[in-house]
């Protein structure tokens, strides 16, 4: 029995996939990442510790190719790439990672020759020859059943399915682990671990494959030389997958630091696209286990972004650069939107016009007039400061129902389920009943009444509104943190109740925790209509 999840102490630790590098990231990694990123923070919100990795996957033909077409050195053509295109634009996402790896550091180089050795030396890796279609797109061999015919300048070709360009034939005098000894545990694990893979039908998938029998994986490439070299021979370098596999390991301290690594590994989450699925669902847990280490908790796979029914992707032409988006709608948006329009786990089409849609009748119209107009009111009513609840009725007990209903329901769809389009309906839903509740409390009514009764309604109903839009704030802080810092600020929650960044999602739904005696101040609009924003 292979031991998974958290002990105490552990770090719940976070993965998006390492990235390649031959171009610079487009949507599709965007959406991997910022999921990520949301989990972590949603986590960290919780008051857990978390540890989040990102990082970049260099070696290999891809990369290389692309560096020799662009006429510079594989590493050069890395360097340029990672510090001027994948950093920035995480900097610019507001991607909260602890540590970002990039497989040519010597930090990962070292640890992946010791991994690999302490295989070969428990007798999990033999040599022997391979001949079979090859992939430079998947850096992987394809069953001969996988390819696709090609038609038009590919006609009489085998397409790989994914990239839709022609395999090639290697043939190779390689290393092989011994993968396929690893069915019937990877089975039992699966069987044991039914959270193990996610969706459903991504571990259905996965099971169907290794009950059709494993092959023995070939670790090791002799015809070329961009990778780790294989530590007991040198004219081959290590499989650019088992490199970049090992990243989990290598950047959470594995033969390091031991207390560092065991306070992390294993990952709790690995967040990967479905294109990389068996990787992590069946390769990884086998290389962990020939080598006794734990194996994950759970491996998620998104589906993909597609742009006119097709998986969006450079070399479909298709891969849209985030800036385009963020540049027009926001950051904020683009992170909201990504996990709000499509089901994690599900493909989904990217678009321009729902997302402008969206934006403008939830973020615009219903979240962000909702803040406007309650700090409007304080402001004119209460000359901005926030008054005290004093005449709390049934009205004000369904919102305070509902609103612990909500953190409830967010926090296990997203904290639990990594259910980002649940949890941010959940929430949209509390942010449409309040504005419901005000329509019907009619504040600017009640504000005619200057009866001592009258102005305990209408300070109840203003301070009903800004306690919710308080709890929005922190709810919505993993997905939208620009934004709701800045609500943070309009509600002059900081004196009260600290940083936003420390609130905890547990006790979003305690109520009444702003202070009466607020400073309520009228921001600049949290989404401005579109047609006003910069650079629209
Ligand atoms: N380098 C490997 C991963 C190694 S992890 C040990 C790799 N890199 S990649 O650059 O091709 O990135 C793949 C990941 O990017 C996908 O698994 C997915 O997370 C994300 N996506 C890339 N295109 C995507 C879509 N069109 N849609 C959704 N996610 C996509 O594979």
């Not at 990369?63 to 610019?92: F, I, M, Y």
Request: charged share 25%.
């Amino acid at each position: 029995m292979v031991a998974t999840g958290s002990g105490s102490g552990k770090a719940y630790y976070v993965t998006t996939p390492i990235y390649y590098v031959n171009d610079a990231p487009h949507l599709g990694h965007a959406y991997t990442t910022v999921a990520g990123d949301v989990l972590t923070r949603w986590h960290r919100q919780r008051g857990e510790r978390v540890w989040f990795l990102t990082g970049t996957d260099e070696h290999g033909q891809k990369v290389l190719r692309t560096a020799e077409a662009n006429g510079v050195s594989p590493q050069e053509w890395c360097d340029r790439l990672v510090e001027e295109a994948w950093k920035p634009l995480w900097r610019h996402l507001e991607i909260a990672h602890d540590d970002f790896i990039r497989t040519t550091e010597q930090r990962h180089t070292d640890r992946v020759r010791e991994f690999v050795q302490d295989l070969y030396d428990k007798g999990e890796i033999y040599q022997g020859g391979y001949e079979g279609p090859y992939c430079v797109g998947c850096e992987e061999y394809k069953l001969p059943g996988e390819l696709i015919a090609g038609e038009g300048e590919y006609a009489g070709r085998q397409l790989c399915p994914i990239h839709k360009r022609p395999v090639e034939i290697l043939k190779e005098e390689n290393y092989f682990f011994k993968l396929s000894e690893y069915g019937d545990r990877l089975l039992a694990h699966y069987e044991a671990h039914p959270e193990f893979i996610q969706p459903e039908s991504a571990r259905n998938e996965v099971v169907n494959f290794v009950r059709q029998g494993l092959q023995d994986l070939s670790i090791s490439r002799s015809t070329f030389d961009w990778g780790v070299p294989v530590p007991w021979d040198d004219r081959h370098v290590i499989y650019v997958w088992v490199d970049a596999l090992l990243n989990y390991a290598t950047a959470a301290g594995y033969n390091q630091n031991q207390d560092t690594f065991e306070s992390r590994f294993p990952a709790d989450v690995h967040l990967i696209g479905k294109d990389i699925l068996r990787f992590h669902a069946v390769i990884w847990p086998a290389l962990l286990m020939a080598n006794g280490l734990r194996l994950p908790g759970r491996v998620v796979a998104n589906g993909w972004l597609l742009v006119g029914g097709e998986k969006m992707s450079k070399s479909n032409l298709t891969g849209i650069s985030p800036r385009d988006i963020t540049s027009h709608f926001g950051v904020d948006a683009f992170r909201w939107y990504l996990l709000r329009a499509i089901a994690y786990g599900q493909d989904g089409s990217f678009s321009w016009e729902d997302l402008a849609a969206r934006y403008t009748s939830e973020l615009a119209n219903d979240y962000g007039n909702l803040a406007s107009r309650v700090a409007a009111m304080v402001g004119r009513y209460f000359d901005g400061v926030l008054p005290e609840a004093t005449a709390d009725g049934g009205a004000e007990q369904a919102v305070q129902d509902a609103l612990a209903k909500t953190v409830a329901d967010a926090d296990r769809k997203i904290g639990d389920d990594v259910d980002f389009q649940a949890g941010i309906v959940a929430i949209f839903d509390f942010v449409k009943q309040v504005n419901g509740y005000i329509s019907e409390q009619e504040p600017w009514k009640v504000a005619k009444d200057g009866s001592p009764e009258g102005r305990a309604r209408l300070a109840t109903i203003l301070y009903t509104a800004a306690e919710s839009l308080r709890a929005v704030a922190v709810l919505l802080n993993p997905f939208m943190p620009e934004s709701s810092q800045r609500l943070w600020e309009s509600l002059g929650a900081e004196p009260g109740l600290g940083a936003l960044a420390d609130q905890r999602v547990q006790d979003a739904g305690e109520w009444g925790r702003l202070p009466a005696g607020s400073v309520i101040t009228k921001g600049a609009i949290l989404f401005p209509r579109l047609e006003d924003r910069p650079g629209a």
